[in-house]
């Protein structure tokens, strides 16, 4: 049956109080290759492992014998295996931690690929501090008053508008790196357009 929302776990920078306890709201949990590292090692068990599996450990093998799927191509990355294997699963929305590595490059590119996907799905990054959601289309988003906000697009945004932002936008054209940086919440706020990709960073 397909999930609502399911929890993905990557094998970036080990965090485990805030796994731990971003991980009680999800029923169905997926780790990416070395993701399950560190789901066991926060004493967290994933439903189901994908990737080459290069990266987990055997004795972690052996402890998740029957949840794993090894995807033996080489082309694309773990995270993008277990994104293609989310198609399948048909879920809602898919949020994804333990994204942040140490390299800049590595998580812009983990945002670049996710994109390719909102079309299966919504995609939200959780972060320690912060929350990156990517939409292909307009969306209510939640934020506290005063949160810093900012719209950033990955490719030209025609006619977008947003409401309860602090510096609004109306029926504008929002392209990649234009404006949109350093805004701030009243609230709960929503951003509205047709076609495009933005990402909206949401500093806790």
């Not at 719209?151 to 932002?165: D, G, P, Y």
């Not at 029926?171 to 509205?192: D, H, Y």
Request: proline fraction near 3%.
């Amino acid at each position: 049956m397909p999930k609502p929302k399911v929890l993905l776990v990557l094998n970036g920078s080990f965090n485990k109080n805030f796994l731990v306890q971003t991980a009680k709201n999800y029923s169905f949990i997926l780790a990416a290759d070395g993701g399950a590292n560190k789901c066991l090692k926060a004493g967290i068990k994933p439903d189901i492992v994908v990737g080459d599996l290069d990266s987990i450990t055997p004795e972690n093998k052996t402890l998740l014998k029957g949840c794993l799927k090894q995807v033996a191509r080489q082309d694309n990355s773990d995270f993008e295996k277990a994104l293609d294997y989310l198609k399948t699963l048909k879920p809602k929305q898919v949020d994804i931690i333990l994204s942040w590595g140490g390299r800049f490059d590595f998580c812009f590119s983990n945002f670049l690929a996710a994109s390719a996907y909102l079309k299966y799905f919504d995609i939200c990054f959780l972060l320690p501090n912060a929350t990156v959601y990517l939409f292909s289309r307009g969306a209510k988003i939640k934020a506290e008053k005063g949160a810093r906000v900012s719209l950033i697009a990955l490719e030209e945004i025609k006619n977008i508008s947003t409401q309860n932002l602090l510096y609004p936008l109306k029926n504008e054209t929002l392209t990649l790196g234009q404006r949109g940086l350093s805004n701030i919440a009243k609230g709960n706020f929503s951003v509205n357009f047709r076609h495009g990709k933005l990402l909206v960073y949401i500093e806790d």
